[in-house]
């Protein structure tokens, strides 16, 4: 991005208000997406979850909920980026006491849900690839394998796109127990339990 993550946010921003200005909401809650990501690029994730709040606002508020899956995401990866919760609003106090590890599982357990029920298969594999990565940092390998496999596997077509060959290298990560030395597959590269990772 010219001029670094500043100079994008701040371009951002700007066409954000540009387009309120038009009384434009439609895909709003997408825009604010984009821009709390740049947020978490430029290490402000606090900034990123204000943004993510108003966005979710917005999506109660008109029902545009196509999105909504991937502002759950994000809500998790920023959370996780932060590493603590931010101040709960006054309705909500008792968030404060929810451990941040529960809270990102429930975001990313969330926008799982929500591609799901909208049969939204990209969305799905985001927020399959977020809990997976979550579940391999608490030691449950073989529970992320099981979970992203079936996702991956059930694209046959933009093998390179970027977040599949993501998929594909944290499949393969999670093949093998950190532990191990030398690295033997604990698990069969193509499958997981049986359940087959990579198109054949």
């Not at 100079?7 to 434009?24: C, D, E, F, K, P």
């Not at 006491?97 to 929500?114: D, N, S, Y």
């Not at 029920?117 to 399959?128: D, G, I, M, P």
């Amino acid at each position: 991005m010219q001029g670094g993550p500043a100079a994008g946010i701040a371009a951002m921003r700007q066409g954000l208000a540009a387009l309120q200005v038009t009384g434009a909401r439609i895909e709003r809650p997408m825009f604010l997406a984009l821009l709390a990501e740049g947020y978490g690029v430029a290490t402000d994730p606090a900034a990123g979850l204000a943004v993510l709040a108003e966005a979710l606002a917005m999506v109660e508020e008109t029902g545009e909920r196509w999105w909504e899956a991937e502002l759950h995401r994000l809500r998790g990866a920023l959370l996780l980026q932060a590493g603590s919760p931010p101040p709960p609003a006054a309705s909500q106090t008792h968030q404060a006491t929810v451990p941040v590890a529960h809270q990102l599982g429930a975001c990313f357990q969330r926008a799982l849900a929500i591609a799901r029920q909208q049969q939204a298969k990209s969305l799905e594999l985001r927020a399959a690839m977020s809990l997976a990565r979550l579940w391999q940092q608490q030691g449950k390998w073989a529970k992320a394998c099981e979970l992203l496999a079936p996702i991956y596997g059930w694209f046959t077509e933009g093998l390179d796109t970027v977040d599949l060959r993501d998929a594909r290298a944290l499949l393969e990560d999670l093949a093998w127990e950190p532990s191990e030395a030398p690295r033997e597959p604990r698990l069969p590269l193509y499958a997981c339990n049986g359940t087959h990772a990579y198109p054949t």
